[in-house]
């Protein structure tokens, strides 16, 4: 757009001067030839069209979130024109290494780079590096890299959300929920909520992470609770611990903020905390790894252990993603809960992908928080069309997006959704 609007007033300019002079039109045009002065200013202002052929790399075909990523994905690059193939990591690092190599060496001018390993920032950089050294942009997404690697290349940048937002949003969530809905979801009337919490993985980059909870302005709680009804307006600041999580032995900060967010909201609404079904559970978590199989087979087990027409019954369900929340759900079903009918306990997950939204409204599970998978690709799109058009892969993101201050980052929001009131 800035480019046209340029060139318009080029144009404007040339043809004013020229019906502004005194001479003769033929010396006029003989002197300035303002039709190859155009083609120049042409030339100049619109660079030439590149034709992009993209690898699109994906840490695995299997997650469901991803899968609707890549089906938006998809429909705007074909939209735009372009060559693009889709690569599928399953799951192992050096296979997506091998995968970009080999993409470079077949002519592929753009990679899309949905990275395999979080836990250390050496995976990032040696993609970045392969890069560099082909000339070629990357744009990583939705799994985050560390800014001292997009800051290593200028042709680097990455798209994907603020890691702790998701786990703050389903907190704030989680938390208003049970204080509106406490004694119904208090099925021993022990005066305690007693919940299992499923995390995707463990091993993250975040080596030194701060968890500082504070409610008063924070957006999803203002968002929130300005268009419910039931719910305390005072604001309460608590600041936890400092709480490091080591790599390869925690999960990462989105899944350390639920929990101390949940219990904010609890504490504000004069409840007490969550308390953990398996007290000899330190880390009061497991790893789903993502996955609904093994979501399954967690909750079969808890349930065994903690059934729910026992003295001590697992109360509340939370998990790292929709997949997990839903694997949970059916071991549930075995036992005559969340069936949509009838005995049901609080489930919430994070991506409302088409499933957990038809969960929700069917009264399997309470809420998830909304990755748009739309908005980001979209976004990647915007991109991919900057390199296209001869520009920098982030010529005017900032302009648009919602950039980090630190490295080229394009962050898209989320959204709590739960079931609406009729």
Not at 409 to 416: A, D, G, H, L, Q
């Amino acid at each position: 757009m800035k480019k046209f609007l340029t060139l318009f007033l080029t144009f404007t300019m040339v043809f004013t001067l020229a019906s502004c002079t005194s001479k003769a039109p033929e010396t006029l045009i003989e002197e300035t030839k303002p039709k190859e002065q155009i083609e120049e200013i042409i030339e100049e202002v619109i660079p030439e069209e590149i034709e992009v052929k993209a690898g699109v790399f994906w840490y695995d075909f299997s997650d469901a979130f991803l899968s609707t990523v890549r089906d938006a994905l998809n429909s705007e690059l074909d939209a735009l024109g372009i060559q693009y193939t889709n690569y599928d990591a399953a799951s192992t690092q050096a296979r997506q290494n091998v995968q970009i190599e080999s993409a470079i060496a077949n002519g592929v001018n753009l990679l899309i780079v949905n990275i395999v390993d979080t836990a250390a920032i050496d995976a990032a950089q040696n993609i970045t590096d392969i890069a560099r050294v082909a000339d070629v942009p990357v744009i990583f997404f939705n799994r985050e890299v560390d800014d001292s690697v997009i800051n290593s290349y200028e042709n680097a940048c990455f798209v994907g959300t603020r890691a702790a937002e998701a786990g703050e949003a389903q907190g704030i969530m989680i938390g208003k929920y049970i204080a509106e809905n406490y004694d119904d979801i208090d099925l021993n009337c022990d005066g305690y909520i007693s919940y299992i919490y499923l995390v995707g993985e463990i091993g993250c980059y975040y080596s030194d992470a701060t968890i500082d909870v504070n409610l008063e302005d924070h957006p999803y709680y203002a968002a929130f609770t300005s268009s419910q009804t039931n719910v305390a307006t005072r604001l309460l600041n608590i600041t936890t611990p400092k709480i490091e999580l080591i790599c390869s032995e925690a999960p990462d900060v989105r899944s350390m903020s639920v929990i101390p967010y949940c219990n904010a909201v609890l504490t504000m609404a004069n409840k007490p905390e969550l308390t953990y079904y398996d007290a000899n559970n330190t880390d009061k978590y497991q790893p789903s790894n993502w996955s609904k199989t093994t979501a399954f087979e967690i909750m079969e087990t808890a349930l065994s252990t903690n059934p729910m027409d026992g003295d001590a019954p697992i109360e509340v369900v939370i998990a790292n993603n929709d997949d997990a929340a839903l694997g949970c759900v059916e071991a549930l079903n075995n036992k005559g809960w969340n069936t949509g009918e009838g005995n049901t306990i609080p489930v919430f997950g994070v991506d409302y992908t088409a499933d957990a939204a038809a969960a929700i409204e069917e009264g399997k599970m309470v809420g998830s928080i909304l990755q748009s998978a739309t908005g980001m690709a979209e976004t990647i799109a915007d991109l991919v069309e900057n390199v296209m058009n001869g520009e920098h892969v982030f010529d005017g993101a900032v302009e648009v997006f919602n950039v980090d201050e630190d490295a080229n980052k394009i962050r898209v929001p989320y959204e709590i959704k739960m079931k609406e009131e009729n």
